[in-house]
């Protein structure tokens, strides 16, 4: 069974990247399940995914437990933060670097923590952090961020390059697939 959790806020592309796990499990003849958890998505809250898959046996929940995560995909450092619970004790976070302030930050009744990565980090020892973000403009937008993580997460996960390529040209639009393309390359490829 492997549990993943993605974290963002709205507009982030979370759902796409669970749409692109969902689609490769299951062309891989495994049983999957995709659950989403919206906050106020619409208005840049936060937005949470579970993915469950197994090529073994069944999976009923949709729901990845705290601690059950085998990778969390973080799209922004303080929802990566509060994602935190879910990680296995030898789970993976991968983490977007981006910083995107909530409407509480930005009217001055909170502070936003500029130690984010640095608590993961102190939480456990397996924390890819990156600026997606900027690797993804690089690559042609920045709406390419979670392609970038998902190409980093491909790394840790039984599927082959070739059908993480199919997933993306299945669940992306073919005038963004070139570009989403190199995004995927520049995460999978990621030291």
Request: aromatic share 8%; glycine share 8%; charged share 20%.
């Amino acid at each position: 069974m492997i549990g993943i959790v993605i974290v963002g806020v709205g507009g982030q592309g979370t759902l796409l990247a669970s749409k692109i796990l969902g689609s490769l499990a299951l062309r891989n003849d495994y049983d999957v399940r995709v659950s989403e958890v919206h906050g106020m998505s619409q208005r840049g809250g936060s937005v949470v995914t579970y993915v469950r898959m197994s090529a073994d046996e069944p999976v009923y929940s949709t729901i990845v437990e705290q601690e059950q995560a085998d990778i969390v995909l973080a799209f922004e450092k303080l929802e990566a933060l509060r994602a935190l619970p879910y990680m296995k004790i030898d789970g993976m976070m991968i983490v977007n670097t981006q910083e995107l302030l909530p409407m509480p930050v930005i009217t001055g009744a909170a502070e936003y923590p500029n130690d984010c990565v640095e608590r993961i980090q102190k939480s456990s020892k397996n924390v890819i952090a990156l600026d997606a973000t900027g690797i993804a403009l690089e690559c042609g937008t920045f709406k390419a961020a979670n392609v970038v993580l998902l190409g980093v997460a491909a790394q840790k996960l039984p599927f082959s390059k070739e059908l993480w390529m199919k997933a993306l040209e299945e669940n992306v639009k073919p005038q963004f697939f070139e570009i989403n393309k190199k995004a995927f390359e520049r995460g999978y490829t990621y030291q």
